[in-house]
């Protein structure tokens, strides 16, 4: 109980740091802010760490990236039923299933060629959009093209924080920052509502209520994930060699 207490409070006290971050004009006071709430949230650095950002990076990534590709096609989906809402939701009812359930979307890019060209049909108006179904597509159908767009993903988020965490030193001990402040304070409050949304889920699927313990989780589930595509990757490049060298 004191526990669940304590990581009450810390979140509180985090959001309420991520609020007076977004009520700030100015990007430095912004970014200054957000880290604060970050660093009231995240578990303290242990005394082996190899460095601080190296340990908040470990954890904020995983809460970033983890439901990134799930994402691309939930975000599709949105922008394709602004296009096109009543004639899309008839296509993946017809086909699939619910429209209220993203796997039922998703299905559409591992049906038949006949079925992709239907549904590009359905958002031709929108070249951006038959871009990015070509992308999708790719993704669903290509284990390393899954694997290259995640792990690039997390290295662009690795990136970004370590940034992020320089622009808050340079403000904080050299009273400066750069010309990037504006854009990395926007990438900072993304990444912390990253976060609330990963804890929320944590504790939605599985009943974690302590801070610490569905950061390992989060953490754990990431890495198990990274270790799946990797493997999976492998053994699809595998048997590509073993056809090759058969022909």
């Not at 082996?48 to 990236?65: D, M, Q, W, Y």
Request: with cysteine.
């Amino acid at each position: 109980k004191k526990s669940e207490r304590s990581s009450g409070r810390k979140l509180f006290s985090s959001l309420s740091a991520a609020e007076i971050a977004s009520k700030s004009y100015q990007s430095d006071s912004r970014l200054l802010a957000i880290w604060s709430a970050f660093e009231g949230l995240l578990p303290t650095p242990p005394e082996n760490a190899k460095s601080r950002i190296s340990h908040f990076e470990g954890l904020i990534t995983p809460c970033v990236a983890i439901d990134y590709i799930p994402r691309m096609f939930s975000d599709f989906k949105h922008d394709c039923q602004i296009l096109n809402k009543r004639e899309l939701s008839e296509f993946i009812c017809t086909n699939y299933g619910s429209d209220d359930d993203l796997s039922a979307f998703i299905k559409v890019f591992y049906d038949e060629e006949e079925k992709k060209r239907k549904f590009c049909e359905l958002i031709s108006g929108s070249r951006l959009l038959l871009s990015r179904a070509m992308e999708l597509n790719k993704i669903a159908n290509s284990p390393k093209a899954l694997h290259h767009t995640y792990t690039s993903h997390v290295r662009r988020v690795r990136w970004q924080i370590n940034r992020i965490y320089r622009e808050r030193n340079a403000i904080v001990h050299k009273a400066s920052s750069t010309r990037v402040s504006h854009n990395l304070s926007e990438h900072a409050y993304s990444y912390f509502r990253s976060v609330i949304l990963a804890l929320e889920s944590v504790y939605r699927k599985y009943e974690v209520v302590h801070t610490e313990a569905s950061f390992d989780l989060i953490k754990y589930l990431f890495e198990s994930q990274r270790k799946k595509l990797i493997e999976l990757s492998s053994n699809i490049s595998d048997e590509n060699d073993s056809r090759n060298g058969r022909d």
